[in-house]
């Protein structure tokens, strides 16, 4: 399936019915995601900050750099959102932590701060992890960023035989000023 031109369409839904949203900006050669809120409303600051850059890049257009074909999807979790600030609200209507409900090094059991969380029965088995992948394999985007909130650094994924892109962590400390 061929993905839409349009400057915003709807990825998909989430476990409750919530519209997941994409917004894309440049036309460059190098495909940029930039992931909000995945936590929901637990971290929905990582939302608030994705909804700026869209509205920065609605009004700059031209700031996008020109290699630069960029998406965003401010928010990845819309029914955590809808659930408060809580602990709860990190998980998607399922109680599944969708940040460890990705193939690459899923388990069975699932740890948050000595707590245990719920991984979900299989990997990719929320519709909200399920969706990012199916659209992460359809765009092939050179780089995905995931926005959190809490851990104060840059923290790179790898999976399997592939090694983090060091470059990334190393720009992204240097615009930052977070830690790598």
Known sequence: TPLPDSPSFVLGTSAEGRAIEAYQFGNGPRKLVLVGAIHGGYEINSAVLAELLIAHFRTFPEQVLP??????????????AARGRDIEARFNAD???LNRNWGCEWSETA???DEPVDPGPRPFSEPETLLLRSFFIELAPDVV?????????VFLGACGDSPPPVWLGETLEESSGYPY
């Open 111 to 113: 740890i948050l701060r």
């Open 67 to 80: 290699n630069i074909h960029l998406w965003i999807i401010p928010l990845a979790n819309p029914d955590g």
């Open 95 to 97: 109680g599944v932590d």
């Open 145 to 153: 960023i995931f926005y959190h909130s809490a851990a104060g650094g």
